[in-house]
């Protein structure tokens, strides 16, 4: 029975000391955000400067606009966005297309 109770103590000190561990080299090597785009927020709805409409900040494409980054909804957004800057004209035409009859 001693055997057992000190066998199953070194198995419970082997583990604590490999969680201890883990924890440890996690902190010193954790992921650092690159240079680019800027780090998303979890959860945030942001808005397509080209046709308008509202998307998760998770789900958007970047895109460069001038010297700075824009979420866009789409490769076609992106695009309009590398191109240059838009009609407002055309914006409210392609709002009021996603909008639906």
């Known amino acids: 029975m001693g055997r057992l109770a000190l066998l199953l103590f070194l198995v419970f000190a082997a583990l604590l000391i490999l969680r201890a561990l883990r924890l440890l080299l996690a902190t010193f090597f954790q992921a650092r955000p690159r240079d680019g785009p800027p780090v998303s927020i979890e959860g945030e709805m942001v808005r397509d400067p080209i046709c308008g409409t ?7 494409l970047a ?10 909804c789409s490769e076609k957004c992106r695009a309009r966005a590398a191109a240059g800057p838009n009609d407002p004209g055309q914006a409210r035409a392609d709002r009021a297309g996603a909008k639906g009859p």
């Open 54 to 60: 509202w998307i998760d900040r998770r789900l958007a």
């Open 63 to 72: 895109a460069r606009s001038g010297e700075e980054w824009v979420p866009v």
